[in-house]
Nanobody
Framework: QVQLVESGGDLVQPGGSLRLSCAAP????????MGWYRQAPGKQRELVAT???????NYADSVKGRFTISRDNAKNTVYLQMNSLKPEDTAVYYC?????????WGKGTLVTVSS
């Protein structure tokens, strides 16, 4: 069974920064398209950012210019650097992997942006 393990969620003030990490098994990481999604209370899960196995990235309009997704193939880890955080970024952030059409999800990490 494929396990994705997120870390880095925390309480941060508006304007602050956080970096989320997601570790994946080496057996899938190098060929997987990785991504981050989020789900705020009372809302549907939404795409935040994705990165292909070759490093191409895609972002939701709401986070462009503030968030950066990256991957370290040597560490089998994908990161989400979040800057200029806003209260509306508050959500549970989920790591996602797509391997040959099969989707895998982490259990999520909570990010709270509040003063």
């Amino acid at each position: 069974q494929v396990q994705l393990v997120e870390s880095g969620g925390d309480l941060v003030q508006p304007g602050g920064s956080l970096r989320l990490s997601c570790a994946a098994p080496g057996s899938i990481f190098r060929i997987a398209a990785m991504g981050w999604y989020r789900q705020a209370p009372g809302k549907q899960r939404e795409l935040v950012a994705t990165i292909t196995s070759t490093g191409s990235t895609n972002y939701a309009d709401s986070v462009k210019g503030r968030f950066t997704i990256s991957r370290d193939n040597a560490k089998n880890t994908v990161y989400l650097q979040m800057n200029s955080l806003k209260p509306e970024d508050t959500a549970v952030y989920y790591c996602h992997a797509n391997v040959n059409g099969i989707n895998y999800w982490g259990k999520g990490t909570l990010v709270t942006v509040s003063s």
